[in-house]
């Protein structure tokens, strides 16, 4: 077994292959990672994706090939919820101080992830003003990217886990264990895994932060500015980690194991009370 953890996504990612000594294959994960990172961060200024929230409504833009594939699973992700899940909330999160200011806030019609066109497979325009933040899609996303760096390289066996955006592959199943939503220094087993993806949204350090909810309602206009509050953790179980991360926030917002989107996508939610 080799491990290997590096700081990215805003988090510690670890990486770890059955095979022993295979660093370079290790770093072209971790490669593939940071690619995404830099082409989806809100915090970078000049990131693809800021890119896109500054001049998608006035022009067309060409974008990575990579970005275009999480627009499109996020406007797919959009419409089978129903409208739950929307990344064009950005502009709420910085006006709540959890993100920071890249664009003048005054705009009173804000768009979401639904007013993006493709004009080409790798160009899109907006019919309004954007503030997408792909968060946690992007951080599922590039576990993903890793895995299919990972398996491409004829690793048999082996798991990425950022933050709690977890995946495994091959035959070696792992054990999941989830913070406590009662006591989050402690962990509850959920079972184990074994070629899937698990990712958990919850509110453990935020309330002892003092920080306002990042969880928020795109049902509510941008005057209620309605940060959804809650005690437990919810998680979900999926094929791959950029629908387990983006259906965590469907579950905490609908409360409700038979949402159709969670069987549209073969996933299984999972709620740990507080």
């Known amino acids: 077994m080799t491990t290997r953890c590096k700081p990215l996504l805003g988090t510690y990612v670890e990486i770890s292959i059955q095979q022993d000594k295979e660093a370079k294959i290790i770093d072209d994960a971790f490669a593939a990672i940071k690619q995404v990172q830099e082409l989806m961060s809100f915090h970078n200024p000049l990131s693809e994706l800021n890119i896109i929230n500054q001049r998608a409504h006035l022009e067309p833009i060409a974008i990575h090939p990579w970005t275009a594939q999480i627009i499109i699973i996020a406007q797919e992700i959009y419409e089978q919820s129903s409208g739950l899940f929307n990344c064009g909330i950005g502009h709420r999160l910085v006006a709540a101080g959890l993100l920071p200011c890249h664009i003048d806030l005054s705009t009173c019609k804000w768009g979401g992830i639904e007013d993006i066109g493709f004009l080409e497979p790798e160009i899109i325009i907006s019919s309004k003003p954007l503030c997408l933040d792909l968060g946690g899609i992007a951080k599922g996303f590039a576990v993903d990217k890793a895995v299919e ?96 991360d983006a259906l965590t926030k469907v579950l905490a917002l609908s409360h409700g194991y038979d949402h159709p989107c969670f069987s549209h996508f073969s996933a299984k939610a999972i709620r740990i009370a507080a």
């Open 149 to 244: 760096v990972l398996i491409s390289k004829r690793i048999k066996s082996g798991c990425v886990n950022a933050g709690g955006d977890l995946r495994v592959f091959g035959n070696t199943p792992k054990l999941v264990q989830i913070r406590d939503p009662k006591n989050p220094g402690q962990l509850v087993e959920i079972g184990s895994i074994q070629n899937g993806a698990v990712a958990t949204s919850s509110l453990y350090f935020a309330k002892r932060d003092g920080r306002p909810s990042y969880i928020i309602n795109p049902m509510t206009d941008d005057q209620s500015m309605v940060h959804v509050n809650f005690s437990d953790s919810y998680s979900i179980v999926a094929n791959e980690c950029v629908y387990a």
